[in-house]
């Protein structure tokens, strides 16, 4: 068992970028601006260094606020940051993929990223429109651009300096094999929802196995039905060890090998969510052979659509 005030710091070797990540990552998918610059100064301020952002969550610019606040008083320093963004759907032709992470990191107010991903393995019609839609309200793809054609642009942007890794977002684990195979610089972070209603064994097997760091989104469930921080053996287990449910469900999720995002705005659950310390065996053992529910919350790996992200003209209102 690692020494409990160690887990929170756990970082792991990046395979097929540079340096590790922090197992222990925030999620700034929060709709107001104001809040997300809020959350992510509490993050940094309990000792969150890793930040998962997005293009789609249109909130980089608040992200990148508070790192640069929080550099410019001498607290952080950009090389103790992560920071990871992401692709857009309408951003998949090659030729759009350098405009885009250059809007990204002006937003951010960094000169290079940690980890760029293509959010989803789904093109949509590209322009200016986040979710262009038909007359039917059915979403319009775009027919003309490959994944692999969208990786290769990718790899340029490691090759240049831009980001010093680069990965996948919502995808299987059958269109993951496709890049690996066809990859010129592996993918070395693979974010899909992963939680212990949804643990993706084999998924995590194939990563350990290639040299790819498995991040988990929705880490907690999201708040979604079923509850997993109700779940009788979590709850058991949390109960025995003087933790939260959420405690025990972050410390099993690094404790198997993975990395993690949570998100709050509320300051005592990002201290909570970041004070994790380690599970006994047997509690790793329980929840494996125990936990019986399996579930997904998010259909986004199927459509490209993230079920957790309003459609814009729905956040608008």
């Known amino acids: 068992m690692e020494a409990s005030d160690m887990l929170r710091y756990k970082k792991i070797p990046l395979s097929h970028g540079a340096g590790t990540i922090p197992a222990v990552g925030f999620g700034t998918l929060i709709p107001d601006p104001i809040a997300t610059k809020q959350a992510v100064k509490s993050a940094l301020s309990v000792g969150f260094r890793h930040f998962d952002c997005a293009e789609r969550y249109l909130n980089e610019e608040a992200v990148g606020e508070a790192f640069s606040e929080s550099i410019a008083a001498a607290t952080l320093r950009r090389e103790d940051l992560f920071v990871t963004t992401k692709l857009w759907n309408t951003n998949h032709r090659p030729e759009r993929v350098k405009p885009a992470v250059e809007e990204s990191c002006r937003r951010l107010q960094v000169d290079y990223l940690d980890a760029y991903l ?9 322009g200016e ?18 994944l692999i054609e969208t990786w290769r642009a ?41 939680h212990p209603y949804l643990p993706e064994w084999e998924l995590l097997d194939y990563c350990r196995q290639q040299g790819i760091v498995l991040l988990a989104f929705a880490s907690l469930g999201h708040k979604m039905v079923p509850n997993l921080l109700e779940d009788p ?18 410390a099993w999720a690094v404790q198997r090998g993975t990395a993690f995002l949570t998100t709050s705005v509320n300051p005592t659950r990002i201290q909570e969510n970041f004070d994790i310390s380690s599970l006994p065996e047997d509690a790793m ?16 790996v199927h459509t490209g659509v993230p079920g957790f992200i309003p459609r814009v003209n729905e956040a608008a209102k």
């Open 118 to 126: 293509i959010h989803t393995p789904y093109a949509f019609r590209p």
């Open 129 to 146: 429109e986040k979710d262009p839609r038909d007359e039917q309200g059915q979403v319009i793809y775009d027919p003309d651009v490959t």
């Open 154 to 194: 990718l790899e340029e942007l490691v090759e240049s300096g831009r980001c010093r890794s680069i990965g996948l977002s919502d995808v299987t684990l059958d269109k993951l094999k496709e890049i690996v195979e066809a990859s010129r610089i592996k993918p070395a972070i693979v974010q899909v929802e992963s």
């Open 233 to 250: 053996v979590i709850a058991a287990i949390a109960e025995r060890l003087g933790k939260t449910p959420a405690q025990v469900a972050l």
């Open 285 to 300: 053992q329980q929840m494996r052979e125990h936990i019986t529910t399996n579930i997904r919350f998010n259909s986004v």
